[in-house]
């Protein structure tokens, strides 16, 4: 039998050991990819728990200082239980911004039976809340709800953005408010923080009332900068415990300067997002012609046109005497609220000195868009006053009595001539 030479042996023997140490290398190569991708996971794996346990100590410090200053504020009240003992119940205040916190288009559009339901359940939710706490060792409870918000505006917003008719969103308010003779939705006017101004009033009040249990504060959704001051002044008080703050959902952002406090989240109650204002342009005024017309002080002060079945005025009192008294607006303007609705007269008729007189005494009140701030659409048109009667030297604007607040109705003499003249 032959033999295999002895080179080709040794040849063969080398191939088969480098094919081994080529296996054992891609092996080696492929094993330690493996194991760097593990221990990259485990790294990422790792910085998760990290931050998820950062979160949650930090969650932990806030609970811990807001449980704190509940404490605080129940020792204080502790120490006033005698308020308790007569007919006083302990009080459970809700306070609302209105604008900030607007409630969901599905209540709206449900009219009345939606704003009910929108009572019951903020009630239900707070309730809840209270249920958990031992509160009921106070005995009965008085609950309180309120809310300041801008009829005019906010009904503008919801109807421009289709959200309700003026009729679902009248029926809301009425429904909401009938809900509970201690439920109240106040209207608070056209003025950026009338709201903020007056629930910080209402806080720095009724939060010092040793019968205050819990206020449920809904304020800005995340801004809450304005109310920083009084927050501070009632936990150098010890009263910031008795604070528990609303909030329409548990995702949402809250302001980092707020202090640690209990947190209702009302889901289903609130929209998330606030709704962009409206800004409505009134179209300019139109006078219509008038057989006569008569003039003081640069005013139009048109002829009352004679009507069948007008009333005539009593020559034995002044115009504003007259029951009820004739419509400045109706006379010397138009009325926007028309006959059915304005609860001054529009049926009268005026003889020119009357309208004169109207005019004259009309413009000793102030005009409402220049007093809060907002241009007048009607201009040189306007029936109101745009300038103080008593010029800058005005002895009720030196007592912060007078009438005319705004910025431009007292301007210097020279400017109050040259208007005039």
Known sequence: MATQPLGEANQQLWDETLTRLL????ATVKRNAELENRV???EVELSVWKQAHSVALEASERENKAHNVQVAALNRQISNLDCFRGNQNPLILCVINGDENIFIPELFGQGQQGGRAAAQKLTKSIAEYLANEDVHIFGRLSFWVTIYYNKMELGAILQAHNLCTPE???GFLAGFSQASPRFSLVDVGYNK??????????LETYIRFPQTLRVFFGGGQTDVSGYMSTFSALENEQLLGKIVMLHSSNDLDIDSRLPSLPRLNVDGLFMMEKLPRVFTKLSPLTVGSFSTVTTNGGLISPQSPARAGGRLIDPSLPLHRQNPPPCNEHYLMTCSKGAGVCK???DYILTPEQLASLASNA????????KNGVQ??????CCWGHVCPNGPKCFHLSKGKCWFKG??????TASVESSSA
């Not at 296996?23 to 891609?26: A, F």
């Open 363 to 370: 413009k000793k009140a102030p005009c409402n868009w220049l």
């Open 376 to 381: 007048c659409p009607y201009g040189e048109n």
């Open 344 to 346: 001054y007269s529009h």
């Open 168 to 170: 679902q969103f009248e």
């Open 40 to 42: 990259a996971e485990l």
């Open 407 to 412: 910025e431009a109705m007292h301007p210097p």
């Open 23 to 26: 296996n054992l290398s891609t």
């Open 193 to 202: 923080d009338a709201a903020d101004s007056k629930i910080k009033e209402y």
